[in-house]
Antibody, heavy 121, light 112 residues
Framework: QVQLQQSGAELVKPGTSVKLSCKAS????????MNWIKQTTGQGLEWIGI????????SYNVKFKGKATLTVDKSSSTAFMQLSSLTPEDSAVYYC??????????????WGQGVMVTVSS | QITLTQQAESLWVSPGEKVSITCRASQSLLYTDGKHYLSWYQQRPGQTTKALIYHASIRTDGVPTRFIGSGSGTEFTLSIEDVQPEDIALYYC?????????FGAGTKLELK
């Protein structure tokens, strides 16, 4: 069965960076693009960007350009998101979610469990 | 970018009742293939986010038939008939017609 297993909670200091991981299993990793989503109480769900694991090609929400960098490691079927120059406004739960986008279906069909990032000195 | 508005922040319901959650888009979500690029998701505490509906009205595998998606153009509804206690959750709509993909603000379903 398809699973997306995200790394554990992070407590990081302002100004630093953090790299989150999302390990995929149960399907061919390069067959589906991977999204990253931010969730906060105040802003709800925000789409950060998407990566094509096959080519490494990315597309970002302009709001997160320069903040988030998406990469993959095909050998371990893992997607990564690095968040840089962290501020308290980056404190949130971050999800990875697989995109199913075919002629018949368009949805985020599987989600990771989410990882809480807390930015605090 | 396309804005999705879920006007109700919270809805209160009793088990067995029917409830409807609305999602309004700032532009039509109808693509030239005749499909609407609008999907619905359920978030329950301690569980992974679950996809319920895609293309506005098609249930994903295993989703109970009491979940009904409807609507077209810019107005969409997720209806839950005969609400069960396990349906108490947060519900979000999402558009995947144009990037940046955008979500509604969410509607929390609560028990009366």
């Amino acid at each position: 069965q398809v699973q997306l297993q995200q790394s554990g909670a992070e407590l990081v200091k302002p100004g630093t960076s953090v790299k989150l991981s999302c390990k995929a299993s149960g399907y061919t990793f390069t067959s589906n693009h991977m999204n990253w989503i931010k969730q906060t109480t105040g802003q709800g769900l925000e789409w950060i960007g998407i990566i094509n694991p096959g080519s490494g090609g990315t597309s970002y929400n302009v709001k997160f350009k320069g903040k988030a960098t998406l990469t993959v490691d095909k050998s371990s079927s893992t997607a990564f998101m690095q968040l840089s120059s962290l501020t308290p406004e980056d404190s949130a739960v971050y999800y990875c979610a697989r995109l199913e986008y075919t002629t018949d279906r368009a949805l985020f069909d599987y989600w990771g469990q989410g990882v809480m990032v807390t930015v605090s000195s | 970018q396309i804005t999705l508005t879920q006007q109700a922040e919270s809805l209160w319901v009793s088990p067995g009742e029917k409830v409807s959650i609305t999602c309004r888009a700032s532009q039509s979500l109808l693509y030239t293939d005749g499909k609407h690029y609008l999907s619905w998701y359920q978030q329950r505490p301690g569980q992974t986010t679950k996809a319920l509906i895609y293309h506005a009205s098609i249930r994903t595998d295993g989703v109970p038939t009491r979940f009904i998606g409807s609507g077209s153009g810019t107005e969409f509804t997720l209806s839950i008939e005969d609400v069960q206690p396990e349906d108490i959750a947060l519900y979000y709509c999402l558009q995947t017609l144009k990037k940046p993909y955008t979500f509604g603000a969410g509607t929390k379903l609560e028990l009366k």
